[in-house]
């Protein structure tokens, strides 16, 4: 099993503001994915990482960037945050190698006023 | 592109009759197919995966699903409901090979509502 770990689990901040959402494992698999959700809608993938210093756009545009230095923490941040930008983001990293299920975190719910 | 397409968006049965969730995908090769269930501000619990071999796969919590290939379909299946399966339903498909290594395209959930 995967052990995933976001923080924080709910945020709610003013416009502007700058905000990284953590993300981190403790299997030490080199991939590991960012998912965004809107309420009652499904995942987008928005971004992914191969591994240490290896990090790509998904298939949702989204003004988040994301870092991979170490590869337990997957961290996304949001420079200068936007009421469009709430929703819920969920990490996520594959069980094993290979193409195999993606255990999930518990999510972070954003909401910017 | 692939693409999972989930037809009911909302379903209500009673606590102990059967249930069906549909799921429609669009992939260029074999797919691996996931079904995934979220409860309100939760992440998302894998329920059961098809990679290959025995179409008819089951689950945890008394769940199965069904690989049909003709009418690429991946649908969800229970005997009996119970109350505590009230919740969102998300079918997935994961790609093989390529740019989709990996990633997984989700459908856009069926929330399933559980009548006493």
């Known amino acids: 099993e995967a052990d995933i770990y976001q923080t924080p689990r709910y945020l709610v901040i003013g416009t502007g503001k700058k905000i990284t959402l953590e993300c981190s494992q403790t299997?030490?698999?080199?991939?590991m994915y960012w998912y965004q959700q809107d309420p009652g809608m499904e995942l987008h993938l928005i971004h992914y990482?191969?591994?240490?210093?290896?990090?790509e756009k998904g298939d949702l545009s989204s003004e988040s960037t994301v870092s991979r230095i170490r590869t337990e923490h997957f961290p996304l941040t949001l420079e200068s945050a936007r009421p469009s930008h709430t929703s819920q983001y969920l990490c996520?990293?594959?069980?094993?190698?290979?193409?195999?299920?993606?255990?999930f975190g518990d999510g972070t719910r954003l909401s910017i006023l | 592109a692939q693409s999972v397409t989930q037809p009911d968006i909302h379903i209500t049965v009673s606590e102990g009759a059967s249930l069906e969730l549909r799921c429609n995908y669009s992939?260029?090769?074999?797919?691996?197919l996931f079904w995934y269930v979220q409860s309100p501000g939760q992440g998302l619990q894998l329920l059961l995966k098809?990679?290959?071999?025995?179409?008819l796969v089951q689950g945890i919590k008394g769940f199965e699903a069904e690989f049909k290939r003709s009418q690429s379909s991946f649908n969800l299946r229970k005997p009996s409901v119970h109350w505590s399966d009230a919740a969102e339903y998300f079918c997935?498909?994961?790609?093989?090979?390529?740019?989709?290594?990996?990633?997984?395209?989700f459908g856009q959930g069926t929330i399933l509502t559980v009548h006493p």
């Open positions: 996520a990293t594959p069980h094993g190698t290979g193409n195999q299920p993606q255990h």
């Open positions: 299997m030490g698999h080199d991939k």
């Open positions: 990482s191969y591994g240490v210093n290896s990090t």
């Open positions: 992939y260029g090769a074999t797919p691996y």
């Open positions: 098809y990679f290959s071999g025995d179409t």
């Open positions: 997935a498909v994961g790609g093989a090979g390529g740019t989709s290594y990996g990633k997984l395209t």
